[in-house]
């Protein structure tokens, strides 16, 4: 669950994103977490007891020597031993479609937080789009930078894809947020298809 | 695992070494909390009513009483984690990670480490005098568990007035009093790092304890448990005991790369059962110098305990029932080459205390060493240690360990 490690944390637009939704004060569980950068944010910004999951050795090792509180695990078959509603937000930040079984992800992310809030690149975005049109091939960008045979990026969905499911699942979508290349927000009025063809990722802020 | 300077010790300079070690069973040369009809109830029904536990401590105790660390020894070890041993003389066994701004600063902790319940270094155990005879206790002692050397460890943190510990830190047998501390002692515990462990000795872990057991037991040199009594010594028996747990606590690869086939000062094979191979003629001595610092009814009792411990069945058959409502800060940690407590029995832990909704880190070291390895130098281990008491100690308000030396170029 190291995917989100590749990324800079400069261009982790979502992380400001979240630290709107997040309340003071509360307790937060971080799923693919790497290094605990963002638990570390939210702790400085907003007093968090933030927990950990990362997959990665090395993302444990980094995040248990800077003093945070991280298990090594994987989302996909450690999230079953939570209790529900231990935390009060349940994060997954550019993870979900790293995981093998997204939907049940989603179940036990739901049942373990009060909230969730999950934030993902939507393959609907209009360059990779394009991308696949133009050159016909899987697309590449800044957000995913690495090529089919190498990514772990193995269940993608567009904004839309996503929407249906959370509407499958009997979600309530508190906060839905795209942002675009630049991590400005799209507008509010604008319509689904809009964002996304428009947004390059999304972030939900979910309650079942 | 490193070859000691008693190797080939004459038989006279092998006495003085006895010597010391009996010695050091009633009369230690550590620091000694003495309880005088003031009995200790053990988990076998009945209660030692006078003991004693022998103890080493490093550092200062600050102030406030809240830098105190416990650290807990393995089957085979003692309280001597950070000084020369009075008896062979070697480093302690936790040197390397245990001393100034070592991941457990002694410039910045309080640091306690006593022999457990049931040992042979001076906490009253199988070797030890019975007061009510005067011959030492042999079979007659009770079996002792590994809740009956936590609540051994904790009178003895009461008579040193503190309170709350700072950091409970143990690895193996060590790691499962940690993991008891936590369940029976928890508001007092206010962080956790039990290392190569699990909530319960698995069914090939009892295999192998039993037949160590049975080879000390086979030694006619035992004589039913009272050898100190008749004035004889189960070497040959304890010394069998060691070697196969020995082959327990390293993995294949580690001895592989270590001694391969190599023969020991031989060109070829012998055609006879003399120890043709480096393999067998380092198992031997890691027997020999076993029996030299170790009394054999203590190992029976130690692996006893080991064998009887199981966190699940003490709590309604769920190790979670255990840690319910736990506060303290836990680090688990657990070695990819383990396979005496594999890094499953650690996920064990890991689970249940998040099913208990406690705060948890989980570490998998990458190490070819094997369980062993929490002994020895392991930078990532030693860089978790540092990095999880940091970040409690700066959490509890005390001073962090100092920060880890720059690598070597």
Request: charged share 20%; with cysteine.
């Amino acid at each position: 669950m190291n995917v989100a490690q590749h990324i800079p944390a400069a261009r982790r637009v979502d992380y400001e994103v979240i630290r709107e939704l997040v309340e003071p004060g509360s307790r937060i569980l971080d799923v693919g977490c790497g290094d605990g950068a963002l638990m570390t944010m939210l702790q400085e910004w907003h007093g968090v007891r933030a927990s950990g999951i990362e997959l990665s050795q090395k993302g444990v090792n980094d995040a248990v020597a800077r003093g945070l509180s991280v298990v090594q695990g994987d989302a996909d078959t450690d999230l079953d031993a939570y209790p529900d509603n231990a935390f009060d937000y349940v994060i997954l930040s550019q993870t979900l479609q790293a995981t093998r079984d997204p939907k049940r992800v989603l179940e036990n992310l739901l049942r373990i937080g009060e909230r969730s809030i999950v934030s993902f690149p939507n393959f609907g975005y209009w360059r990779l789009r394009l991308q696949l049109l133009v050159h016909g091939q899987m697309p590449r960008t800044g957000l995913l930078p690495d090529p089919w045979w190498s990514t772990s990026n193995i269940h993608f969905c567009t904004i839309r894809d996503f929407v249906a499911l959370c509407d499958d699942m009997d979600v309530d979508l508190l906060r839905s947020i795209a942002l675009n290349t630049s991590g400005q927000r799209i507008p509010l009025n604008a319509p689904w298809w809009f964002w996304n063809l428009f947004g390059e990722q999304a972030v939900f802020l979910l309650h079942r | 695992m490193t070859q000691t300077a008693t190797d080939g010790t004459s038989d006279g300079s092998a006495g003085t070494l006895e010597e010391r070690r009996h010695g050091e069973v009633d009369r230690p040369s550590s620091a000694l909390a003495k309880f005088q009809n003031d009995p200790l109830p053990l988990d076998a029904g009945i209660a030692l009513p006078t003991w004693q536990i022998a103890y080493q401590t490093y550092g200062t105790l600050n102030d406030t009483r809240s830098n105190a660390v416990l650290l807990c020894h393995a089957l085979t070890g003692d309280q001597h984690a950070a000084n020369r041993h009075p008896v062979t003389g070697r480093p302690g066994w936790w040197d390397n990670l245990v001393g100034p701004g070592r991941p457990v600063d002694t410039d910045v902790f309080f640091v306690i480490c006593a022999n457990v319940l049931g040992g042979c270094s001076g906490t009253t155990g199988p070797a030890s005098i019975d007061p009510t005879t005067g011959h030492p206790y042999g079979l007659t002692m009770p079996v002792v568990t590994v809740a009956d050397m936590v609540r051994a460890q904790h009178r003895l943190i009461e008579r040193l007035g503190i309170e709350r510990l700072f950091a409970v830190v143990g690895g193996s047998m060590g790691g499962m009093q940690v993991l008891e501390w936590g369940a029976t002692y928890g508001k007092k515990v206010f962080a956790a790092l039990p290392i190569a462990t699990g909530t319960r000795h698995s069914s090939q872990n009892i295999a192998f304890h039993e037949v160590g057991r049975q080879a000390v037991m086979a030694d006619p040199d035992w004589r039913g448990g009272r050898y100190l009594d008749e004035g004889t010594k189960p070497k040959k028996g304890l010394s069998v005991a060691r070697m196969a747990a020995h082959i327990t606590y390293v993995s294949e690869a580690a001895l592989h790369r270590k001694f391969g086939r190599a023969l020991q000062d031989r060109e070829v094979v012998t055609y006879g059962f003399d120890a043709d191979f480096q393999i067998e003629s380092y198992l031997r001595h890691q027997g020999s110098t076993f029996v030299d610092r170790f009394d054999a009814n203590s190992y029976l009792y130690l692996t006893r305990a080991m064998d009887y411990f199981d966190l699940a069945a003490e709590h309604d058959g769920l190790v979670a029932n255990a840690f319910r409502g736990s506060e303290t800060r836990w680090c688990v940690v657990s070695f990819t080459s383990d396979w005496l407590f594999p890094t499953t029995e650690s996920r064990r832990i890991v689970h249940a205390l998040n099913a208990a909704g406690a705060d948890v880190s989980f570490v998998e070291i990458e190490t070819d060493k094997g369980h062993d390895a929490f002994l020895l130098e392991e930078p990532e281990f030693h860089r978790a240690v540092r990095g999880f008491l940091t970040g409690a100690a700066r959490a509890h308000g005390i001073a962090p360990p100092a920060p880890a030396p720059a690598p070597a170029p």
